[in-house]
Each structure stands twice: as C-alpha cells, then as structure tokens.
C-alpha cells in the first residue's frame, strides 16, 4: 500500500525513489520513501514530439523541483550528501525506434546536467502505468483517452502492446477518433454528402468546440484539438447521447467496443486462459456509454474466445509504477518490456 509520510529527519533506512508521469496534458512526479509519499509536483505536458524537447525538460524539472521540494521539508532530504536516487520517467513519445532512443538520450542530458544525483531511467508512459497497476502480476491495461493503447504481461516473460498508433492514423476508440468521427458526420449531412440534414445534438457540439458553422471544424482539426477542446466535444456528446441521441450514442459504444478488442487481441496473442482487465484514461474510465460497452464486449471475447477476460476495478498508479521499475521491482516484468 502507499500512504503519505509526514516530513521526518533524514533516516538511513530510507529508501528514496522517484516517479514522474509525463503526458501530452500534464506533467506529475512523486518522491517516495520505500511505500510512502513524501513530495508530489506537477507541471505542464511533457511530451517530447507534442511540445518540443526544450519545453518537455522544462516542465519535467518544475515537476521534479515541486516534488523534492515538498520531500525535504524539515531537513528531509539533502542529496548532494547521498548516494545517486533511482528516478523513473514514464513519458508519452518515447516509444520504439531510433526516434524514440534520440527522445530518451537528448531528455537524459538535459536533466542530467540539473539533477546530477538523480540516477535516470526512461520508460513509455504505456509502461509506467501498466507497472503501477499490475506490480509485476499477469493481465492487460487498456488506455482510452486523448489517444488509445493497450499492453498484456502473461507474469513471466512476455509482454506485448497494441495499438498506440497516434492520431494521424486514427488512435481507434480513442477520445479523439471519436471527436473526429462526429465532426467528418456533421460536415457531410451539412454539405448534402449524407442524407438527413444536421441533427439536433450538431449545434450543442460546435457550440462546445466554439464552431459556428461545420466547416469551422476544419480549421480546427487542421491544428489539433486542444485538451479543453476535446473535453468540451466529448462532453457535448455525451449529453446527447443522455437524451437519446442515437448517433453520439452509437460513435461512444463503438469505441467502447473498440477499446475491448485492444484487450481480446491481447488476451489471444498471449494464450492467457484467463486474465484480469483494467482501464484508464478518462474517456473510457469515465464515459458511462463507453466503459458499459467496454465491459459487454469483454463478456462477449470471453464467449468467443472461450477464455475469461475479467474486468478488474484496479486504478494505474503510473508513478508508482515508473519508480517501481527504476528500482528493479519487478524483474520479470522489466525483463519482459526491454525484450518486446
């Protein structure tokens, strides 16, 4: 379990390390002592192909300075004194590839040079919440936000991802694929390329993403939805979908569905006999039309695939997790994730 520490004197049966979670949204790190929470901060995204490398650091040492500082109060924590502290970075845009390695080198020297006791170790941010949610044990995380990924560990030596494919190529259940889908439906009703003519629930979405007609929605997603953006368009359709709007309904339990099959093509790829499924990411954790769809189908692969798929009420701590795998915690889970 992990529970909040009060500010002590430095004891030498501490075991300091340190998590930090980076996404396209924001930034959170914690400093841990052993299981407890001594210092948490937060910033901005850190993303380094969303936001540029120069920001990323930026707000990944504003989240790590919060969070030391909050750590060391009352004399708690004086590193220059201390052997090097494992610090774990789950990071969205440090996937796979020579992309991916020149992301984790140029982020490694830049911090580096500002926290020279810091003892650095690069991981995805897929990686970091799986960890942080199974701790070492079998079963599959699903993510259905912004974007849409999935990563299954059968407990012993393999480790495989889906999805994650970004949003030019379309992120499937995603928020955003979503947002999309609706936007391309209402410009061809409004233009005669699909009959009815606009729906009742078309005017409360552009209204949410500041449209005044369907073909603003072009410039917008010319540039990208911001977060607030992609909330408020979401927010649109689900309430529509309340009202018994058929369409927003259908786009929601489509990617809910969508989001399930990451699992099943996970579950099967494996050969797991039966395996524990959790969520995250606010799209499919807290969309009611989403998340009730993700666990029908989950029923349904079960069925099919004669397997038992079993949604787990487990929450991702991508903290915990990033700070677990930089101390070795769980080694066949780390093995697994350097091999795959």
């Known amino acids: 379990m992990i529970g909040v520490c009060p500010p ?13 979670d980076g996404g396209g949204s924001k930034t959170r790190a914690t400093l841990f002592s052993n299981a407890c929470v001594l210092g948490k901060g937060h910033a901005g ?20 300075e919060q969070a030391l500082a909050e750590g060391g109060e009352g004399g708690a924590l004086s590193f220059k004194d201390k052997e090097s502290v494992p610090a774990g970075f789950g990071i969205a845009g440090l996937g796979a590839g020579e992309r991916g390695r020149e992301a984790r080198e140029s982020l490694g020297s830049l911090l580096a040079s500002r926290f020279p006791t810091l003892e650095l170790r690069f991981f995805t941010d897929l990686e970091a919440a799986f960890a942080g949610t199974f701790e070492g044990e079998l079963g599959i995380l699903v993510i259905g936000g912004t974007g849409s990924s999935a990563m299954g560990f059968d407990g012993k030596d393999r480790c495989i991802r889906v999805g994650g494919f970004g949003k030019r190529l379309g992120d499937p259940g995603s928020g955003f694929s979503v947002l999309l889908e609706a936007a391309q439906l209402l410009l061809s009703r409004s233009e005669g390329l699909l009959p009815g003519g606009l729906p009742s629930w078309s005017l409360p979405f552009l209204h949410a993403l500041s449209c005044d007609d369907p073909r603003a929605l072009i410039p917008l997603f010319a540039r990208d939805p911001s977060p607030q953006e992609l909330e408020g368009g979401i927010g649109a359709l689900e309430e529509a979908a309340s009202k018994g709007a058929e369409e927003p309904l259908a786009l929601l339990q489509k990617a809910g569905r969508i989001l399930a099959d990451h699992a099943g093509a996970l579950a099967a790829r494996l050969a797991l006999p039966k395996v524990p499924v959790a969520c995250a990411g606010g799209f499919l954790s807290k969309s009611q039309p989403v998340h009730k769809a993700f666990c029908a189908r989950l029923e349904a692969l079960s069925r099919e695939q004669e397997r038992a798929l ?11 997790g990033a700070a677990g795998l930089a101390v070795e915690a769980w080694p066949s889970l780390l093995n697994a994730l350097n091999s795959h």
């Open 8 to 20: 002590k004197g430095y004891d030498p049966g501490m075991q300091f390390r340190i998590g930090v």
């Open 310 to 320: 079993v949604y787990s009420d487990r929450h991702p701590r991508p903290e915990w």
């Open 45 to 64: 995204p850190s993303n380094p192909l969303a936001v540029g490398m120069e920001v990323a650091a930026s707000n990944l040492t504003r989240a790590l």
